[in-house]
């Protein structure tokens, strides 16, 4: 990597870093911040949903004005947002303030998200972007590794409001470091798109509030049913805007390219499955094996260290063997581990380890690539339009596989006793591994990309560099040696990529 390559995807995964940790750190104290404000069950629950519900909402809209008045810039002012949102989470003085505050932070978090991957996206050529997103999930996999130990260290020696002072440093380090490492680039130029930004954010708030309130006001509700309806058409609404604006926030032909078209719902597959997993495990080691929460939490290790370790391998390899091979064996290995843990539903830690261990490296295998395949179907100007609709899916990927999952759990069995748990549990990893295995269905039609394609692509980026940064639509400008992005996404030279 060149110096400016490595300072962009440094701090971007950073600030991915910063998201991933805080929201983990968070479900370690709810506890805590129950017994000092107050507050009950519900409310706790909003201080976690009230951050995924602004951040999934908003994040193709954070994405769209980022390539609408800078990539740099919006990623800074997100990252400014979360940063004094934090500082409102930690002097909140009751459970409302915090709850408001959390959803403020969920705004800061659209706008970094999406940008962090776009930033990084844009800065590294196609024959290179695997191994990139290999290591920026490898530091987001990082927090998820050491989330439940931060957190619990420092609720337990601290306070639970330190673990939103903790990001001002951070945040005030990025933002800095950004602003002085970091150069401005824009996407696809025009006017911003101010009824696309209204259409699905409204839309995609009437999916996610349907999702998050299906299992407590009941399915059938007229709350739920309406919030469902309202959001599928005002999403319906969006897709025929974008149709026919001259300027869309989200270009509906890029449902066209093969690789945006699948990678992208394998991914929400991915996310369903990892979420919905996600939601049970810990409790299942406390219900069932009878462990403590700092017990529970060291046997979730070989799982999330997974994506530690294996991400970086796994991005690298798809650079030279193709995004595809990897989606789907990835998820397939999910698919089993899923499927293993649901057989031996009730069993010991040993039965299960080597299936959470199987499932976690399918998992890591899958996401980098599942990325790259998605950034590398678009033109390089469009990247940030396509990073924001990736996000967005993955966000509403987890939302939808815990509520599905968490349905199936109540419907078959319960918290009433160990047994109850169990029977609900192992049918809820059945449906998880369902997830994975429609996901493995969906990748398979992902389209093959050779190494002979890599390297044609790069040299033909070779070629570009020689015409000038001026020349090439989307380059972002950092400190020293621009960074040239895949040719093979310039129209005309890949017919996958071409619209």
């Known amino acids: 990597m060149t110096a400016a390559q490595r300072w962009v995807l440094g701090l971007a995964s950073l600030a991915s870093f910063m998201m991933a940790l805080d929201s983990l750190v968070v479900t370690t104290a709810l506890a805590t911040i129950r017994e000092d404000l107050g507050a009950s069950v519900e409310a706790l629950e909003w201080t976690v949903n009230a951050y995924n519900l602004t951040f999934a909402v908003l994040l193709l809209t954070g994405a769209a004005l980022g390539e609408r008045f800078g990539r740099r810039r919006v990623f800074v002012v997100g990252l400014a947002v979360f940063t004094v949102a934090s500082a409102g989470c930690a002097l909140a003085p009751d459970i409302g303030v915090l709850i408001a505050a959390r959803a403020v932070q969920g705004v800061g978090a659209a706008m970094v998200l ?39 260290i420092v609720v337990d020696g601290l306070a ?64 739920v049913v309406g919030a469902l309806g309202a959001g599928v058409a005002l999403v319906g609404g ?35 499955s990892l979420y919905g997993t996600l939601f049970f495990l810990a409790q299942y080691f406390q219900v069932v094996l009878g462990d403590g929460p700092l017990e529970a939490g060291l ?12 991400a970086p391998i796994a991005g690298r390899l798809a ?30 830690y040993a039965v299960v380890l080597p299936a959470l261990v199987l499932g976690g490296v399918g998992l890591t295998m899958a996401m980098p690539a599942a990325q790259k395949a998605v950034v590398g179907a678009v033109r390089a100007a469009e990247v940030g ?9 993955r966000i509403l990927g987890g939302v939808f596989g815990v509520a599905v999952a968490v349905a199936v759990f109540a419907g078959v069995g319960g918290c009433a006793s160990a047994a109850d748990f169990t029977a609900g549990f192992g049918a809820s990893m059945t449906v998880v591994a369902a997830f994975a295995l429609v996901g493995t269905l969906v990748a398979l039609a992902m389209p093959t990309r050779r190494p002979a394609q890599a390297a044609e692509g790069a040299q033909a980026a070779g070629s570009a560099q020689a015409a000038g940064p001026a020349q090439v639509p989307g380059l972002v400008q950092v400190p020293g040696p621009a960074q040239v992005p895949d040719l093979a996404q310039v129209p005309g030279s890949d017919p996958e990529s071409a619209p």
Do not use: K
């Open 319 to 348: 650079d030279r063997w193709g995004e595809r091979t990897f989606v789907v064996l990835g998820l397939l290995l999910q698919t089993l581990g899923t499927a293993w843990i649901a057989a031996t539903a009730g069993a010991g």
């Open 114 to 152: 999406p940008l962090s991957l776009t930033l990084v996206s844009a800065a590294f050529p196609p024959a290179r972007r695997g191994r990139a997103m290999g290591l920026y999930l490898g530091i987001t996999g990082l927090a998820t590794f050491s989330g439940p130990f931060v957190g619990g």
């Open 299 to 310: 046997r979730l290790v070989p799982w999330t260290a997974t994506l530690m370790v294996c």
């Open 385 to 393: 339009q396509a990073a924001g609709a990736f996000m967005m899916l």
């Open 238 to 272: 969006f897709v025929l805007w974008e149709r026919r604006f001259h300027a869309p926030m989200l270009p509906m032909r890029f449902f066209r390219l093969r690789a945006f078209a699948t990678a992208n719902p394998a991914n929400f597959c991915v996310f369903a």
């Open 160 to 223: 639970w409001q330190w673990i939103f002072w903790l990001n001002l440093p951070v945040g005030v380090v990025a933002v800095v470091l950004t602003r002085w490492r970091v150069g401005e680039g824009f996407g696809v130029g025009g006017p911003l798109d101010l009824v696309g930004v209204v259409l699905v954010t409204a839309g995609a708030f009437g999916v996610v509030w349907g999702l998050v309130r299906g299992n407590v006001a009941g399915w059938g509700s007229a709350e």
